[in-house]
Every structure is written in C-alpha cells, then in structure tokens.
C-alpha cells in the first residue's frame, strides 16, 4: 500500500471513532439548549420513550442515523487495509492513545457499526421525547465500542471503557424522571465500576512488570505481576459482562428502553468483556490459573443464568439473562483458547441478540407490555416482526443450520476438561429450552376476546422503521451458521491469528443438534415444565439483585452497630471508667503515701544532719585540737635542748653520733 494510502486509511480510522463521538456531543449540546424536556403521554410506561413528538422534529434521529450509516461504511472500508493511528498521551512506552486494524477488530469493528446502525433504525421509530439527548448517547456509546475494540494501548482502552460505563449509566436511566430509573442506572453503573478497578490495577502491574502499557505487552510481565495483570483484566471483564458474580446489574438495567437494551447486549458494553479475555487470550494462556478462572466463571454463568432465563415471566428480563449466558460462552472459549469460536459467538449473538429485543421493543410498543403473559400470541397479531423474532430465538436455541448451533461447537471443541464439557454441553441446552419459551408464547394463539393482559395498551401498531432492522439482523444471526463450513472456519482463523484450536467434529455437531432439537421439542410440548420455575426465588434472579440494592450492605452495617454498642464501645468505655476508679484509688492513698514519704525524707535528712554536725564537732574538730596539742607539745620539748650551755650541746652531738654509728653498725 502506497504512503498516500495509508494516510487516507489512518484518517478512515480516526475519523471512525471521532465522527460518532463528535456527532454524540453536538446532539447532547443540542438537547441541552432546548430546556426542559417534554414528558409527553408515554406509550411505554415502564421505559418512558414513546409519546407525542418533541419540537425537534425527527432531526436528531435523523442526524444520527446519518452518522450512524457514514460510519457504518467507514468501517467496511477501514477494516480493508492495516489503519493505525496514536497521539501523545503519557510518556511511557505503550502511554500513547492508539488505535489499530488488526485480526480481532477486522471482525468486530463492522459488526459492532452496523449493529449500530440498525439499531438507530429501530430507535428512530420508539423514542419520541428527548431525542437530541438520547441518540447523542447512543453515538457516543458507540464510538466508546469501536474505540475499544481497536485500542492498542491501556490508556486508550481505559479512556473507551469509562465513556461506555458513564453512557450506560445514562441510558439505563434515559426516562430519569419515572421513579427506579436512576437508580437502575446506578445500580449497572457502580457494578461496572467496581470491575473496572480491575484495570486500573492491571494497568498498574503492567507498567510495574513491563515498564510498558502496551495489550501486546501484557502477558511479558515479570513473575507476580503478570499474575496481578490477569487477576485485574479477569475482575474487569467480568463485571462489563455480567458474568457470576457481577451478573444482576444485567437485571437492573433493563429498565433502560428497548434500543438501549438491544445496543447493550449485542455489540457493545455487555460484549465488551468477552472481547477483552478473547483480546488477552496469550496472558490468560501465559497465567494457568486465570485461564482456568475464565473457563468455568464462564460455564458457571451459561448454566446458573441459563437457568435463570428459564424462570422468567418478563420478555425482557429473559432475554437479560440469556445474554450473560451466551457472553459465558465467549468467556469460556477465551479461557480454554478457543478464540476463533469465542470471536464467531460473539458476533453471531451480536445479530441473533439485536433481533430479539427489537422485536421485544416493537412489542411493548404496540403491546404496552412485556409480561410473557401478555404477549400470546404477539408473533400472530404483528407476522412480520414475529417471523424475525422466531427466526432468532431458533438460532439462539442452536438449531442446526443457524449460527449458535454451529459456534457454540466451535467453542465446546476446545474444552477438554470432562466436567468443565459436560457443565457447557448442560448450559447449551438451558439455551433452547428458555429460547423454545419465548417462541411458545409468541406463537400462541391468542386469547379468544383479544384482550392484552396490559395497563395500558399502546398503540397497537408497530413502526414501519422496526420490521427492516429486525429481518436484517435475524437474517444476519441466523446466516452466520456457515462458520461451520471449513472453508468459512479455516478463513475466520486465518483473519483472527492467534494458536490453533481443535475444530468441532461431525459428532460434535450431530450432538449439539439433537440436543437443541429434543430440548426446544420438549419444551414446545410441554411448556408447563418451565412455568414451574416461575415460582421459585430463580424468577427474581435468584436473590442476586438483592446484593446490589443496598438491604443487605444496611443489614450487616445494623448488626455491626448493635455488635460495636454492645462490645466495642463497653470495651472502650471501660477504659476510662478503669483509669478513673486507679485515680480514686490513687487520690485516697497518694496524699498518705507521699506526705509520709515527704517527711521521712525530711527526718532522715535532719537525722543525718545532725549526725554531721557531731562528727563534725566531735570528729574533724577534735582533731584539729589534738593536732594543735601535739604540735604544741612538740614546741615545747623542741625548746627544752635550747639552753645556750655549750657543754649540753657537745653531749647531745655526742648522743646523736652515737645513735648513728649504732644505726650504721646494725644496717650493715
């Protein structure tokens, strides 16, 4: 490729991420200067997005779709050639935000453009009230997306995962002024985050291990902290995707409006885990445990939420936790290596996902609700909707030959562990068991009166804006099956790169296919089996929003409280109280004690006083007299031989030469 080119390909990359987000921000300015926003007389009451048209006069959809479409076709363009771009950002290695062309996103950047674009679509016909603000968040929801699935660097996916979290918070909570919205928000939001600490912490063991933020890098990293790397990038991911134990948020926000909800699961923030563990599939390979973390948290998710879907009495609230259990597919495979099969899963649920709640939004629509129990019969009374509809859940069960058949194997084929199999070959099987129950409601015959079990019933017509995105996303979710033709499978390897991985045989595929069938049959037939389940804690997500609503954080900070008044603050009361009754005691004995301690000082110091002064008088004193004495004494014999006779002194010189001569004689 000539220099010319590859400049005009890196400006098609930068312009890919900026357009969306650029576009996102003048809708949001836009919506922000028209004051205060209608609320209309909703259709929706639970979503609050229908109601009469605001003063913007489709603009803002139209606007978006507009974006939405050029950047649709910048992607099919930019994934064609080897883009990249950077700019400064830290000054490390890796620090740079940048973005690149590589296998993964050449898969992922169109999928998750025209996903988008579909479901802008769809949008353009539900939402009424506020539009500038809601399709500017919705661009720049998917400007975050395509920005992580090309990042190249920490900082750049970092930055891309906050904006995705900030905008769900949003939309979750869009219809801010219902009661429960914002709190829905905030419940998917604080989840979120929660996980994401994962990668700051990632991030920081990376620049510790490698002295570089690079993806590429990450699984270099020295000793302990690669292992701190995985730990973080698996906590991240986890929590974005709603996997076990982070998965309620998942139930919360579907209080957000249908497009929201079609967008979340498909291609964007709920997919964004798995597409990370996939991504860092050679950190996950080079750190044994963390691989073998992903694989079963992954399994366990397809199972406990497969079984969750299958309790469901809410459309929606089914298809929440069919999504989290469909992304453990994806978290399984990048946990045993299967990266192609985990790549073709997600985008196979991407359109298979995106159908299913545009149909689930078409509904409620027309409908006015999303109860199973009000929707019999749906797919009869709308036949163009219900057909895509159908089409989809029929894929989603992994009916041979549509798409989830054929990359749930591709996935299987990879694991080897004998019980990690047989858990994931269960959980494919709770998919068309909750995917059979969508269809036996929808295609019941309705009730014989027409009445719709409803509070309010809607308009009873559908868009004419729903029925295209819905047939072109089923379409696509169900065509994907041809990745089980190996000519198809052996391309998507050679695109994605990565090790190899072990192909599904024909057993394998024959399996998978008699178990789909036998199970969705069953179902069908005898659609009571499941209705069981509506009875049990498994319709409320078996006590797992409870987690995050706050009761029982409250609970264990009362108990907490009753233990610190009974134990902790006796305890340091009773210090005081201790040091007080020890400075009683203190007061009633220290006056006694110390006075006489004063004054037996006092005497002992008179004592030895006066002792002093008696030997001084007695001792020192008489001394000095007696030595006066002596040295008088001594006078006055010294004066006695002093008489001037000269005769007494020749004899004393006599007596004093005698004694010397004696002295002499005896010493020699």
Not at 120 to 135: D, K, N, Q, S, T
Request: glycine share 12%; with cysteine.
């Amino acid at each position: 490729m000539s220099s010319a080119a590859m400049v005009l390909a890196d400006a098609g990359l930068v312009a890919l991420v900026l357009m969306p987000a650029a576009a996102g921000i003048a809708l949001l300015c836009a919506g922000a200067f028209r004051g205060r926003e209608p609320v209309g007389n909703s259709l929706i009451a639970e979503e609050g997005v229908g109601g009469r048209r605001t003063a913007d006069g489709g603009g803002g959809a139209a606007a978006a779709i507009t974006v939405a479409a050029i950047t649709a076709a910048l992607a099919v363009v930019v994934v064609t050639t080897d883009a990249g771009a950077s700019a400064p950002f830290i000054g490390v290695d890796g620090g740079d935000l940048a973005l690149s062309v590589d296998g993964m996103s050449r898969v992922l950047v169109p999928v998750v453009a025209l996903v988008a674009l579909a479901v802008m679509v769809f949008a353009a016909g539900e939402v009424h009230a506020a539009r500038p603000r809601f399709f500017g968040l919705m661009l720049l929801f998917t400007a975050a997306m395509l920005v992580t699935v090309t990042a190249t660097t920490l900082p750049t996916l970092l930055l891309a995962w906050e904006v995705m979290g900030a905008m769900s918070y949003a939309l979750v909570g869009f219809a801010w002024r219902r009661p429960g919205k914002v709190g829905a928000g905030t419940t998917a939001f604080l989840t979120t985050r929660l996980g994401d600490l994962g990668l700051y912490v990632a991030a920081g063991a990376a620049l510790a291990g490698t002295g570089s933020l690079a993806l590429d890098d990450l699984a270099g990293a020295d000793g302990g902290w690669r292992d701190v790397a995985a730990a973080g990038v698996l906590v991240a991911a986890l929590g974005k995707s709603a996997q076990l134990p982070f998965s309620a948020w998942l139930s919360a926000a579907m209080q957000g409006p249908s497009p929201v909800s079609a967008l979340l699961h498909s291609a964007t923030m709920v997919a964004a885990g798995g597409y990370l563990l996939l991504r860092l599939g050679d950190l996950l390979a080079a750190t044994e445990w963390a691989a073998v973390a992903a694989a079963w948290a992954g399994a366990l998710t397809a199972l406990v939420l497969g079984v969750v879907a299958c309790a469901q009495r809410d459309l929606k609230q089914l298809l929440a936790a069919s999504t989290a259990a469909q992304i453990g597919f994806v978290v399984l495979a990048a946990g045993v290596g299967a990266t192609t099969g985990g790549l073709a899963h997600l985008v196979a649920h991407a359109g298979v996902k995106a159908a299913l709640f545009v149909a689930a939004g078409a509904w409620l629509t027309s409908l006015g609700t999303k109860q199973l129990t009000g929707l019999r019969g749906a797919a009869r009374r709308h036949r163009g909707v219900g057909a895509c509809a159908v089409v989809a859940a029929a894929a989603l069960a992994g009916v041979p030959p549509l798409s989830l058949w054929a990359t749930k194997d591709e996935v299987l084929a990879g694991v080897d562990h004998p019980a990690l199999h047989v858990v994931a070959l269960v959980a494919a099987g709770l998919s068309a068991a909750y995917a059979a129950k969508i269809v036996v409601v929808v295609l019941a015959e309705p009730a014989a009166d027409g009445a719709l079990d409803v509070e309010e019933p809607g308009t009873r017509t559908v868009p004419r804006t729903t029925l295209l995105p819905a047939a072109l996303l089923a379409a696509a979710g169900a065509a994907l099956g041809v990745v089980a033709l190996p000519v198809v499978a052996d391309g998507l390897r050679e695109i994605v790169g990565g090790p190899a991985a072990p192909a599904p045989t024909v057993v394998d595929l024959a399996l998978s296919a008699v178990i789909a069938i036998a199970v969705a049959a069953l179902v069908l037939r005898r659609p009571g089996l499941l209705e069981r389940l509506e009875q049990t804690p498994l319709a409320s997500w078996a006590g797992m929003p409870r987690l995050l609503d706050g009761r029982p954080v409250l609970a264990l900070a009362g108990r907490l409280a009753r233990w610190d008044d009974a134990v902790v603050d006796r305890a340091v009361m009773s210090v005081p109280r201790a040091i007080r009754r020890a400075a009683t005691g203190l007061d009633r004995h220290g006056e006694s004690m110390v006075d006489r301690g004063v004054e037996g000082v006092a005497a002992l110091t008179a004592g030895a006083g006066a002792r002093a002064a008696a030997d001084d008088v007695h001792g020192v004193d008489g001394l000095v007299r007696a030595f006066a004495r002596g040295a008088a004494r001594l006078g006055a014999a010294s004066r006695r031989p002093q008489t001037g006779l000269l005769h007494q002194y020749y004899a004393q010189a006599v007596v004093g030469l005698g004694v010397l001569f004696a002295v002499l004689l005896l010493v020699r």
